[in-house]
């Protein structure tokens, strides 16, 4: 459902109210639905001289059967992606190149198009190259504040050897799955991991195994429905007071219920029983989605707020990550997903605690990202936005509104935007995801 104000402003009379006031008009983005195509429209791609990664893109694109185009011609139909391979510019000279391709096709891009830059890391060739590829991240970020019609700008930097593993990440970019995911920058790397294959590209999660705490309700609820959609068994986990809900979402989502308050002691051991009982396989897909708020300003904070945030959402994760690999159960391609938020990155007024809690989840994806990746897995995590849920709609109308319209996408995600990109870094063919936090926040201008 769109917002209020969406509503009014997409009306016939609200738009030409809107027009008049300069007022900013959130379109509906176009979301995933089984059977639909990847790229609505023509897909253009183009390349700067030298570049080694429109092989990679071409090959999902022509997979998904998109109408490819090298040049920009006078066909009517607009473009629903623009792709341009900018991992050959190793001057700042050559930067043009990257921004003649966009000027030429930009004012032919349709609604919700995807416009993707395709670079090398920030690490590799000498210091002009370095500053050159740098670069590009300025220009993404700021066009992507320029789109409109729910079009969004991202970046994905594919190291030397990562070329072959950058399927799965460019398929879900170019695609509806990733409607509120805009102004990111994600970095494949290269590694150990052996290339995964799946059978059914629209199961990518068949066979596997994936735990989402805090699922009764909100984005968890969301996450299970979006990992059992693409094949996988999900025990849905919450705490026992939840009880109820928890077991209409698990039977929604054909998956299992377990009563597991994140941060009770035993915790740690009722899910490595768990797992040894029901799943002795172990376990593929981990995500410390379990989450609370209690805002307070510093001088009127109190113990219980702030241990109670902490510990539910941070220090519960550590203790059952900790179990989870002394016993050995998460499997090759493990994929550990935690949950951050904006918050942690900009901070907010009154949520020291939610904001230190969140920022520590920032901090174990990056320290642990090549603890993982000798273990041929990954830990990354989502940081949402605004999004539309039950803790958003508690908050005072005056910040609710501000943080649907504080963004280029100008409204607030939904619990779906946030599952879909969690299913995205659970596949087993985005290994070269790893140690990457993407937010989930239609570019918001929080922290960013
Ligand atoms: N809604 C947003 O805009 C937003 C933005 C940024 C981050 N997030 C994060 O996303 C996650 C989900 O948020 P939501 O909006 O769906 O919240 P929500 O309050 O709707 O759902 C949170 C779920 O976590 C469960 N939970 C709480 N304490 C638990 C515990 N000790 N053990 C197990 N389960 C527990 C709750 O019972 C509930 O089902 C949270 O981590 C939240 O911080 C949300």
Redesign the pocket.
Known sequence: MADRYQQLVTSPLGRQVADVLSLPVPEPLRRYEPGQSLVEGLALVGEAKGGRLLPAALAVLEDAGADVRRTVDGSENPYGALVFDASGIDDSSRLRELYEFFHAAIRKSGPSARLLVLAGATDEGDTRRRTAQRAIEGFTRSLGKELRQGSTCNLVRIAEGAEDRAASTLAFLLSAKSAFVAGQVVTLRAGDEPLAEVEDATRPHAGRVALV??????????MAAVLARDGAHVIC???P??GE??ARVANHVGGSTLH?????PS?PQTLVDHLRERHSQGIDVVV??????RDKTLAGMDDARWDSVL???LS?QERLDEALLEADLLRPHGRIIG?????GIAGNRGQTN?GAS?AGVIGRVESLADEMADRRATINAV??????????ARMPIGVREA?RRMSSLGQ??R?VD?AEAVSWLADARSGAVNGQVVRVCGQSLLGA
């Not at 940081?383 to 958003?392: D, L, R, S, V, Y």
Request: glycine share 16%; aromatic share 4%; no cysteine.
């Open positions: 705490t805090g699922a009764a309700q909100g984005i968890g609820a969301s986990a919450d705490i007071a939840q809900s928890l597991l308050d994140v941060t009770a915790a410390h989605n379990a989450g609370i708020t510990d539910v959402n519960s949950v951050s938020s904006i918050g939610y969140k940081a949402p936005g605004f999004i539309e849920t039950a803790m958003t943080g607030g995600g619990p946030v």
